[in-house]
Structure formats: C-alpha cells, structure tokens
C-alpha cells in the first residue's frame, strides 16, 4: 500500500522554464511534507518542506504547494538549470510526537533539464 | 563537518553470509533511522533509533538487525543475507521532532548473490 505516490517516473524540461513535479498521498494523518533531492551515488539532500498549516513554502527558485483537501502537493522550479537534473522524492510525515520523524518516501521522479 | 558517514561504501556478499553496516553522525542527533532503496519503491524505513540504546522496526524489518550502543552510531545486520537484500541502504539522523529534517550518508552498495 504506497501511501506517497509520484506517478511520474521522469520528466524532461528545457532550461529556464518551469518545472513541475508532483505527489499524491493517501494518510490523512500525515502533516509535514517535504521534498528531498538526489544525485547518482550520493545521499538524498533536504529541499524544501511545508507543514499542513499552509498552503505554499518559497525558498529561491523552489515553491511547494499542498493542497489538503486533495491530498495533493507540487514542487515547483522556476527557472530549471541543467544542475536541478536529478531524482526529486515527495516525503511525508506523521504527527510528530508518535511519527518519531519517520519519513515515508515516493518512488522519486527523474527530473532532466536540457540546456 | 563529516554528516553521516556509512561504511563499507560497497560490499558483495555470497547468500547466507553476514555482515554489518555501520553508520556515524557527529551531529549529535537523538534519532536515527536506515532505508532502503530500490527501484520503482522510493526508499523504506527497515529499523529506526529513537536514542541510544533503543531500537524500533520500520516498514521492512525482516531480514535485518540493528543496534545503538553509542548516540552517534547505529548498525545495521545481516544474519544471513538473500539476493531480495541486494539493495541501496542509506542511514539518516535527525534533530527530535518537530523537525523533521532528516540527514542522509552516502549510501551503502550491497550485492548478494
């Protein structure tokens, strides 16, 4: 049961336009989301976060929407640079004090931005 | 400013062989947790360490155990290792929550054939 679902595998966008990645969750319980970013044969790298209080989070070229009521939020890059090609996983987690920051991870969305 | 460190980087096991991964943080964090990654599967929470000396089954503790003697440390073992074991494994730690930034090593390659 995948409770966190990027069901787009890849996405290929050129540089300097928007790129959209997306994530869909199925627990209700679940009340901090948070995007993480991978290069080959390194760790997965903190993006951007958001707490189910608000509805978007800005950090430089970075937003991330949530929209609860769909159970749905978006990453946004705004412009891409070939250096944002990489794997973007959607993460989720519970109420803190019984979740003990345990994450439950996408399957990841291979993001390639073509110069 | 080392992070999470995991050792070996790579290993290559026979079936039924055992061994141990070891991760390190210097970052003082209470909680510590390991994944891992396939493909298609994203990465999944196996044990996790809420302080030093306890442990706690994630979503995919079969297979596998683990243990936190010292803060900064948390192994990861394997009694007898299958092929299904043949994966990415990433150890992570992490601030108490609220916070719910999770820090991740390099990761760990390991083959059983």
């Known amino acids: 049961d995948q409770q966190v679902k990027q069901n787009s595998p890849s996405l290929s966008v050129q540089e300097g336009r928007i790129s959209i990645l997306n994530c869909d969750y199925t627990n209700s319980m679940f009340d901090y989301f948070l995007w993480y970013k991978k290069y080959p044969a390194e760790g997965p790298t903190f993006l951007i976060s958001?707490?189910?209080?608000?509805d978007k989070n800005e950090d430089g070229r970075f937003t991330v929407f949530l929209n609860k009521s769909a159970k749905h939020l978006s990453l946004h890059i705004v412009p891409s640079q070939p250096g944002d090609s990489a794997v973007y996983f959607c993460a989720a987690s519970g109420a803190g004090g019984t979740s003990y920051g345990k994450l439950t991870f996408g399957q990841g969305t291979i993001l390639t931005v073509h110069p | 400013n080392a992070g999470v460190t995991q050792t070996p980087k790579f290993r290559v096991l026979k079936t039924g062989q055992s061994m141990t991964l070891l991760c390190a943080q210097d970052m003082n964090h209470e909680y510590m947790y390991w994944y891992r990654q396939d493909p298609g599967m994203g990465l999944r929470l196996i044990h996790y360490s809420v302080g030093e000396g306890t442990t706690a089954k994630g979503e995919v503790p079969d297979g596998y155990n683990v243990s936190r003697l010292k803060k900064q440390n948390f192994l990861l073992g394997l009694e007898s290792a299958a092929p299904s074991q043949t994966s990415v494994y990433f150890c992570?730690?992490?601030?108490?929550?609220?916070?719910?930034?999770?820090?991740f090593g390099e990761g760990s390659r390991l083959t059983v054939l």
């Open positions: 958001i707490s189910s209080i608000k």
């Open positions: 992570a730690s992490s601030r108490r929550p609220p916070f719910g930034e999770l820090f």
